[in-house]
């Protein structure tokens, strides 16, 4: 069954406007002024449609950095479960995708994916803004033709 | 109605729009002022100084770069010269300049990155782009110097991995005079724009005693005229070939610490400045041993938020005993309560982004010893709750004298 116009609005309206948040799950902060870089002006990815969101009920995207240490496990879970569906998550830096150099430290559970699904790995230490807004059109391209299959 | 109902208590954290990191802070409120604050800190702690003890000496340099990506190489440089003091190796006073134009070019960066994060803050995001679009100049200084634009990794043990060279100094020059131009319009900006000093003045009070007391560092310490730097009081590197100006402030605020910091950036230009035009010739790194000998060391370092120390214990192997890093925002954190008690709950947000906070800097594992209970480090489960019956006893609530009544089965 072909989707309807109004479901096709809001197909267009995700594609084009993805609001993101950012958590920082135990980074050396080193992607985070690169995620934060990349909304300013010289990478300025915000003309791709993407917003910066304060809470994870108004986000599509969880922009995640860093190794998981034990203290965030549960928040970054509860975020996570706090978004709503359709939801991606990216993981920024070598740390996010694998633990990097905390690997196997005594507070440290591993990369994003120890605890939630990823979507797409940006590695990286830090993760420089170009391949950040890489990552963000390879996702959104993603999306689209994934919604193009669906129809 | 008690004085107790009238309170309400706000947690805010560990995901918060504010800031970029995880920090939990439990505010009281009475009304719309802040009665009482307790910082929790901890989600960043990922176990490093363990890390460092089964890493050798050069790859855990790797690791105490990334302590906190905005102040690396101040880390790394504490780190380094704390092992060089072990070894007891002179580096190339080439090396020495290059280390001191990375840390002032990293001073820069992270000033800029401040007075863009306190401004949109305070809701005033243009400022917020502006200082970020011209800190991408610094950042492509940095890359050209070291390779990389965030960890850049230009220490190592006995000197530096890349030089400078006469090219990449003119460019350089002229970069610094585009980040100076820049800047001349915030320092105008923070000394003369009415709005901004109205918002900024008279919150966060921390005085001059009450500085002292807290163990402020860094530009905190300075809005407070505290005349304390590292790099006057105890010169590492090239830093005591170099004029250095301590910038001090007397508003004791939130304001001062926005002038010290833009001012601050005008002293990193002309120091490098002088660096690059003074700098040596010479090696970039003499020949360092594998193994370190025996003994102790205890290393500082001015970092862009204050003093940065490590402290080092060899034991004659290829791996340290013992590393322990204190970094500038933890010293900054203990006045944190005094400087929110008092204040409003909008004022909140710039007050802790004020002290330019850096979780991944703070958050080492503590010890803290209980004099009352003799010097417990571990707690078996018994002690613990032991303890926790005799808390309950002191506030009236003793278990032992609850009286059943007799039951016939």
């Known amino acids: ?151 | 109605m008690s004085d107790n109902s009238k309170r309400i208590t706000i947690p805010i954290g560990p995901q918060h729009p504010a800031l970029k990191e995880p920090g939990c802070f439990t505010i009281t409120l009475e009304g719309e002022k802040v009665v009482n604050a307790v910082v929790g800190v901890g989600y960043n702690h990922r176990g490093l100084e363990k890390a460092c003890e089964s890493r050798t000496y050069i790859q855990d340099l790797y690791i105490i770069e990334r302590v906190c990506g905005i102040c690396s190489h101040t880390h790394s440089t504490a780190f380094c010269q704390g092992v060089e003091e072990l070894v007891g190796v002179e580096i190339s006073p080439r090396a020495k300049f290059i280390r001191v134009i990375m840390a002032e070019l990293e001073r820069l960066h992270s000033h800029l990155l401040w007075l863009g994060v306190a401004a949109h803050e305070i809701g005033f995001d243009t400022l917020f782009m502006y200082s970020w679009r011209d800190r991408e100049l610094v950042l492509d200084m940095l890359a050209m110097l070291g390779g990389n634009r965030v960890n850049y990794g230009i220490n190592t043990l006995g000197g530096v991995r890349r030089d400078i060279t006469p090219e990449m100094k003119e460019l350089i020059h002229k970069t610094l005079n585009i980040v100076e131009e820049q800047n001349k319009y915030y320092i105008d900006l923070a000394l003369h724009e009415t709005t901004l000093a109205a918002r900024l003045s008279g919150i966060g009070k921390l005085s001059h005693e009450d500085a002292i007391k807290y163990g402020a560092v860094g530009p905190v310490a300075r809005a407070s005229m505290v005349k304390d730097d590292i790099r006057v009081s105890e010169p590492y590197a090239a830093y005591d070939q170099i004029p250095v100006k301590v910038v001090t402030d007397d508003h004791c605020d939130v304001f001062g610490r926005a002038v010290v910091r833009v001012l601050e950036i005008m002293e990193s230009i002309s120091m490098i400045r002088f660096a690059l035009d003074n700098m040596p010739d010479g090696d970039l790194a003499v020949k360092f041993p594998r193994k370190v000998p025996a003994g102790e060391v205890f290393s500082r370092t001015e970092a862009p938020r204050g003093e940065d120390t490590h402290y080092i214990r060899g034991n004659g192997t290829d791996k340290p005993d013992r590393v322990r890093v204190r970094a500038a925002s933890e010293a900054n954190w203990h006045g944190m309560q005094h400087m929110l008690e008092g204040d409003y709950l909008a004022d909140v947000p710039i007050i802790i982004a004020a002290i330019d906070p850096c979780y991944s800097c703070t958050d080492r594992a503590f010890i803290v010893k209980d004099l009352d209970h003799g010097d417990q480090r571990v707690w078996d489960w018994q002690s613990l709750k032991r303890y926790s019956v005799d808390w309950y006893k002191k506030r009236g609530f003793d278990a032992s004298k609850i009286k059943l009544a007799e039951r016939r089965i």
């Open chain 1, 1 to 151: 069954m072909s989707k309807n116009f109004f479901e096709k609005a809001v197909d267009w309206g995700r594609r084009k406007s993805p609001w993101i948040i950012h958590f920082n799950a135990g980074a050396c902060n080193g992607c985070d002024i690169e995620v934060v870089d990349a909304l300013t002006p010289r990478f300025d990815v915000e003309r791709l449609g993407l917003l910066q969101q304060g809470t994870p009920r108004h986000a599509d995207v969880l922009v995640c950095t860093g190794a998981v240490t034990l203290q965030t496990r549960d928040r970054l879970k509860q975020i996570y479960e706090q978004m709503p569906e359709p939801k991606f998550v990216l993981a920024v830096g070598s740390c996010a995708c694998t633990g990097g150099i905390f690997d196997g430290c005594y507070c440290v559970s591993g990369g994003i994916d120890s605890v939630i699904p990823v979507d797409a790995y940006i590695p990286g230490c830090a993760a420089r803004p170009e391949a950040i807004i890489d990552a963000v059109v390879k996702l959104l391209t993603a999306l689209e033709q994934s919604q193009k299959a669906a129809d």
